[in-house]
């Protein structure tokens, strides 16, 4: 009797769990921010987020933290600058950094061509976003 709810139980996850299937930038919701940068949702779930971004040069997005969610910045070309906690980071291709919940950042291209990044955050990290200007 126990074995069978057992299978029962494990038919039910299975069913209940989606398809693995392949994603592509191609098909995935877009969106503009700054008004001259661009962001594809990969992965759009609650409790986990992937977005390819592609910040273009002189650009940057608004100081701020995330109160839950934790981040990681992977550069896939070109060249971030990223600020955290008061201290400035120079990523270029092959280089990443994550950033935890509570860390003021600000992702930034000073240089002179886009510069192209996949952003994973968990849980999600829109809704969770306060801005936080440097202290003077």
């Not at 057992?6 to 930038?25: E, G, H, N, R």
């Not at 997005?61 to 990223?82: C, D, I, P, S």
């Amino acid at each position: 009797m126990n074995a069978m709810i057992l299978i029962a139980a494990a038919a039910s996850v299975a069913a209940s769990s989606p398809t693995p299937q392949p994603v592509q930038k191609a098909g995935a919701d877009h969106y503009v921010w700054g008004g001259v940068n661009d962001g594809w949702h990969l992965v759009k779930r609650d409790d986990l987020s992937v977005i390819e971004e592609r910040i273009q040069p002189g650009a940057a997005e608004v100081r701020h933290h995330h109160e839950q969610a934790r981040q990681f910045f992977y550069v896939l070309a070109g060249e971030l600058t990223m600020e955290a906690a008061g201290r400035t980071h120079r990523l270029t291709a092959g280089q990443g950094i994550e950033i935890a919940p509570g860390v003021p950042h600000q992702a930034q291209n000073r240089s002179a061509a886009p510069v192209e990044i996949l952003v994973t955050s968990t849980p999600k990290s829109h809704g969770d976003r306060v801005e936080a200007p440097l202290a003077r």
